[in-house]
């Protein structure tokens, strides 16, 4: 018999976040510190508006790009928040969460041979929808003593002639950085410069510490070249109603949508009606969560510099990047051990890229009460590698 499957889904390979959380769903008294969820249940109002969408029938197909009602507060949500003016008509698409607007603005956009540049560390699905889409992923090594931010210079020598796409994710999954106003002008000037386009991840948008979130196609002639990805799963705590949605230009909306209506249809209808209440009256809850992640996210960094354990501070998202060099183990190594030993589970740095080596995520996405056991585990075990050393 014939090979029966695709040489190009084989030589990708599985994500590495995933194998850690599997083992841990096996393992009494693990606790994981390594998926990206919020801890928090979808806000009391949210689940109701879907409950009611229920009781009413409402289980029909929506349009394939999504309720306009839904697309019309998303665009008043996002001017509020970026300051920037969408038509609900033919520049809004509702998806299958943030992941599936990845993936088909890829696909609209790439050629067979077309370059994507790719800044890592960087959210684990890049890489296989480049590949997926016939694009050549270019990768740009960030650097922990730039805070993870994508510099100007190492732009301009990643581009050549093939590049079509810059990814930008910000704030970051998996280091937490963000790219202030001034960083991102700076990247604008040579994605016109260049007559580039931008994928925008700005699903973590909502979730900064002590600094405005700023959007790159904000700056000027960036916004018919970028496409704005964003979502419900993380800001709203609604990860598994599986939303996200994206903005930009008509011209490749139109090329998205027609992707979405034949392998999607149309993202799932009571979803969608949820979605509406978290845009019109969620503002309070997204800011309490944020409070939270904060306090969190203090408690951490405080216990990292108890740890004498080195991490740059990140100021968005909800995960820290620490590095274990000095322990001399690769991050998986490190990771495997310590799930071993002390029944924590963190995902190895190079499950986000080669340039992830030598680190860790940790996801701060959790009561402060798991943070605290995990935190003492993960200092035992530290302390018994020093004392080996």
């Not at 998806?95 to 890592?120: H, Q, Y």
Request: charged share 25%; aromatic share 10%; with cysteine.
């Amino acid at each position: 018999m014939r090979n029966p499957l695709s040489d190009r889904i084989v030589e990708i390979q599985p994500s590495g976040i995933r194998k850690f959380f599997d083992i841990v769903n096996e393992m009494p008294d693990a606790i994981s510190l390594g998926v990206g969820e919020p801890d928090f249940d979808t806000p009391w109002h949210i689940r109701e508006e879907g409950i009611y969408s229920l009781e009413r029938g409402r289980t029909y197909y929506t349009s394939n790009a999504g309720l306009m009602e839904l697309r019309e507060e998303i665009v008043n949500y996002t001017k509020r928040h970026l300051g920037l003016t969408y038509d609900p008509k033919s520049e809004v698409i509702i998806t299958v969460g943030g992941s599936e607007a990845i993936d088909i603005a890829l696909r609209a956009m790439l050629n067979p041979g077309d370059e994507v540049i790719m800044p890592e560390p960087c959210y684990v699905s890049y890489l296989p929808c480049i590949k997926l889409a016939n694009g050549v992923p270019v990768s740009i090594e960030l650097k922990e003593e730039d805070e993870f931010r994508l510099q100007k210079d190492q732009l301009l020598n990643a581009i050549t002639d093939k590049t079509k796409v810059l990814i930008l994710s910000y704030p970051n999954n998996p280091t937490g950085a963000i790219m202030t106003k001034e960083d991102l002008k700076a990247i604008a000037e040579v994605v016109v410069e260049k007559d580039l386009f931008v994928i925008s991840d700005e699903i973590y948008s909502a979730l900064t510490y002590g600094a405005q979130h700023t959007s790159i196609a904000s700056f000027p002639g960036m916004q018919e070249r970028t496409i704005v990805i964003n979502g419900f799963s993380k800001a709203f705590a609604m990860t598994g109603w599986r939303l996200g949605y994206a903005l930009g230009p008509k011209i490749i909306l139109e090329q998205m949508t027609k992707i979405h209506q034949f392998c999607i249809m149309a993202a799932p209808t009571t979803s969608q009606y949820a979605a509406i209440s978290a845009l019109k009256n969620g503002e309070d809850d997204v800011e309490e969560m944020r409070k939270s992640y904060n306090l969190r996210r203090n408690y951490l960094m405080s216990a990292m510099r108890r740890m004498k354990l080195q991490c740059f501070e990140p100021y968005g998202a909800f995960y820290i990047f620490p590095c274990i060099k000095e322990f001399g183990m690769t991050s998986e190594e490190f990771a495997t051990k310590l799930l071993q030993q002390e029944k924590v589970a963190v995902v190895p740095g190079s499950a986000f890229g080669e340039c992830g080596e030598g680190f860790i995520r940790i996801s701060y996405a959790y009561s402060i009460e798991e943070l605290k056991e995990a935190l003492l585990r993960v200092e035992r075990f530290i302390d018994t590698l020093r004392k080996k050393a």
